[in-house]
T-cell receptor, first 113, second 110 residues
Framework: NAGVMQNPRHLVRRRGQEARLRCSPM?????VYWYRQLPEEGLKFMVY????????ESGMPKERFSAEFPKEGPSILRIQQVVRGDSAAYFC???????????FGPGTRLTVL | DAKTTQPPSMDCAEGRAANLPCNHSTISGNEYVYWYRQIHSQGPQYIIHGLKNNETNEMASLIITEDRKSSTLILPHATLRDTAVYYC???????????FGAGTILRVKS
């Protein structure tokens, strides 16, 4: 059973560009969570999604950030007009229905030049 | 979710048991204790979780005190590959987000 997949693993963007991070949950998992880890800091929750629904976005910055988990395909975390402060590791986790144990992917490391 | 307190760092000799403590004095009756670890900059890895009974799996054992105000994660035979940051997290089993603290940096030394 494949684990949580994230791609790309490394992403370089220039200031003002858009970044799209993809997360494919484990088979049978319908809940997806996104976390961000800034350099030398801890992991912070961003958003919790189920298929076609955002359940909790209390950790999402108010502007430029959005997330979706469509009926078909991976979950997407989208960052518009990236700034240097967006440089971080972004981790996705998934869990089966009823929000049980979360399993994490390897992360996407975003570097903004 | 209840707050947890962990020592910032610990050392352990290779081959010996690593005992990582966690205090969670404000835990409520329906909250579970979860342990994750993060090796270098990899994605966090689930280790174990429990409610009030001691738990054991292929990776570790979790000992929860009778009053549930503290717990200990035990790695029975630590190896160099167990060097990581270990996070103790309290949450409802069917809650949503995980709240990560600073964790304990475990250094396993040969």
């Amino acid at each position: 059973n494949a684990g949580v997949m994230q791609n790309p693993r490394h992403l370089v963007r220039r200031r003002g560009q858009e970044a799209r991070l993809r997360c494919s949950p484990m088979k049978g998992h319908s809940h997806v969570y996104w976390y961000r880890q800034l350099p030398e800091e801890g992991l912070k929750f961003m958003v919790y999604l189920q298929k076609e629904n955002i359940i909790d976005e209390s950790g999402m910055p108010k502007e430029r950030f959005s997330a979706e988990f469509p009926k078909e395909g991976p979950s997407i975390l989208r960052i518009q007009q990236v700034v240097r402060g967006d440089s971080a590791a972004y981790f996705c986790a998934s869990s089966p229905p009823r929000g049980d144990t979360q399993y994490f992917g390897p992360g996407t490391r975003l570097t903004v030049l | 979710d209840a707050k947890t307190t962990q020592p910032p760092s610990m050392d352990c000799a290779e081959g010996r048991a690593a005992n990582l403590p966690c205090n969670h004095s404000t835990i409520s009756g329906n909250e579970y204790v979860y342990w994750y670890r993060q090796i270098h900059s990899q994605g966090p890895q689930y280790i174990i979780h429990g409610l009030k009974n001691n738990e054991t799996n292929e990776m570790a054992s979790l000992i929860i005190t009778e009053d549930r105000k503290s717990s200990t994660l035990i790695l029975p035979h630590a190896t160099l590959r167990d060097t990581a940051v270990y996070y103790c997290i309290v949450r409802m089993e069917y809650g949503n987000k995980l709240v990560f603290g600073a964790g304990t940096i475990l250094r396993v030394k040969s």
